[in-house]
């Protein structure tokens, strides 16, 4: 099955700062990459995501980036605030034998931002 | 639409109980997931069911048996509730076609001692 790992597991960026997470995946097979953040105690919710006929995808100041060659990709956060420090898990996703392909998910890495 | 809804937020249970964690999504979701949330561990997926009436393993079944009631509802069972089950679990669903976002139920957060 499919393994996702993210590098590094904590990253501390000074405010008005970049940050950037780096995920690796295994299977050359999947073809939906989501970012998600999850605030102290709350639901992951979804930041962006890119599918893999894509190689670069922005939402304001978040960007994510893929290599399928490589099979990274990477969530670029600029100007980061505090209310960017949270949880942020990438997950990886290839096709099933169900209507939907699941999800396999890297373990997280803590963003904390620093006034 | 109140979107993905649980129950109970927590539980506390002792090591051989049971019980059924209840999961519900309005709006018209033909996939559902449940998942368990550890520290450091990420997100694992425990069962899914692509569509009403069926159901398939994750990648941490054990221990654990679901029910896909009807299209709005996907239950998980604990027959008999151990330590290692303590955890936050979620329950998740996908739009029917054209997306694979998965929108995230708020968590139950069990302990068992």
């Known amino acids: 099955g499919e393994n996702v790992e993210q590098h590094p597991s904590t990253l501390s960026v000074q405010e008005g700062d970049s940050a950037v997470i780096k995920c690796t995946y295994s299977?050359?097979?999947?073809?939906?990459f989501p970012w998600y953040k999850q605030e102290l105690g709350k639901r992951p919710q979804l930041i962006i995501d890119?599918?893999?006929?894509?190689g670069e995808k922005k939402d304001q100041r978040i960007a994510v980036t893929l290599n399928k060659t490589a099979k990274h990709f990477s969530l670029h956060i600029t100007e980061t605030q505090p209310e960017d420090s949270a949880v942020y898990f990438c997950?990886?996703?290839?096709?099933?034998?169900?209507?939907?392909?699941?999800?396999?998910f890297g373990k997280g890495i803590t963003l904390s931002v620093r006034p | 639409n109140a979107g993905v809804t649980q129950t109970p937020k927590f539980q506390v249970l002792k090591t051989g109980q049971s019980m059924t964690l209840q999961c519900a999504q309005d709006?018209?979701?033909?996939?559902m997931y449940w998942y368990r949330q550890d520290p450091g561990m990420g997100l694992r997926l425990i069962y899914y069911?692509?569509?009403?009436?069926?159901?398939d393993k994750g990648e941490v079944p054990n221990g654990y048996n679901v029910s896909r009631l009807n299209k709005r509802e996907f239950s998980l069972r604990l027959e008999s509730a151990a330590p290692s089950q303590t955890s936050v679990y979620f329950c998740?669903?996908?739009?029917?076609?054209?997306?694979?976002?998965?929108?995230f139920g708020p968590g139950t957060r069990l302990t068992v001692l």
């Open positions: 997950a990886a996703s290839y096709p099933g034998t169900g209507a939907n392909s699941k999800l396999t």
């Open positions: 299977d050359s097979a999947s073809n939906y």
């Open positions: 890119i599918r893999s006929n894509v």
């Open positions: 709006m018209n979701h033909n996939s």
């Open positions: 069911s692509a569509s009403e009436g069926t159901t």
């Open positions: 998740a669903s996908i739009p029917p076609r054209g997306t694979d976002t998965q929108y």
